[in-house]
């Protein structure tokens, strides 16, 4: 029963509780892979069946994350599984603490409409927010739950990604900015043409030779 009520680990060299970034990063990425797939079920089959299941497993997740040990919840258990022939990256467990406390309200106010089976747009607004959270986590490394716990005023001493810190003086070059907006446009010139292209092209007559 030592597991319980434990959230995040000792570890020689910290002064303070730490989570590997590694498997939270690894979990967002599952969960919002099978986030994703649950939703296209929803237009290819014409069924929340999938996607009711995934929403499930979330709320489970976050709050095995938060009320026992982050060790033992289900995908944070995949993901380091993925991730275990990487070195541990350890943050401070505060501010993912209090970002999964967020992620565990919306898993709760999710089993409301999934409860009493209500679809509005809040609960889509829902799955599609916790989407988002999960990519900028899993792709970006960017724990917005984690910039807000800072813009409370707590004090941090290593926040994931260093997002969290003192903004530094580094100056993004211009012409990186100016490559983007090409890059934009160009992409944007070639979806137009490909448009045009197949709209404009004949249809084939393909035969069937029996």
Known sequence: MGFFLN??????????KVI???????S??????????????VY???????AELFSITFIIEFLVRVLINPKYA??????????????????????KKFAWILGM???IIMAYF???????????????????????ESVFGICLGCILYKKLNRKLYNCPGGICDIKSDR???????ILIIVFLGLFFLTYISLKYYKVSEKPKIIIIKE
């Open 7 to 16: 959230f995040g680990e000792r570890i020689k060299g910290y002064d303070y």
């Open 44 to 50: 290819i089959y014409r069924t929340i069946f999938w």
């Open 171 to 177: 100056t993004y070059d211009t012409k990186k900015y």
């Open 74 to 95: 289900p995908y944070m258990l995949i993901g380091n599984l993925v991730v275990s022939k990487q070195n541990p990256d350890w943050v401070e467990a505060k501010p």
């Open 20 to 26: 590997n970034e590694r498997d939270a990063r690894a």
């Open 114 to 136: 999934i409860v009493f089976d209500i679809i509005s747009p809040i609960r889509i607004g829902i799955c599609w927010l916790c989407l988002f959270l999960m990519f900028v």
């Open 105 to 107: 309200i919306l898993g």
């Open 28 to 41: 967002a990425g599952i969960m919002f892979l099978l986030g994703i797939l649950s939703l296209f079920s």
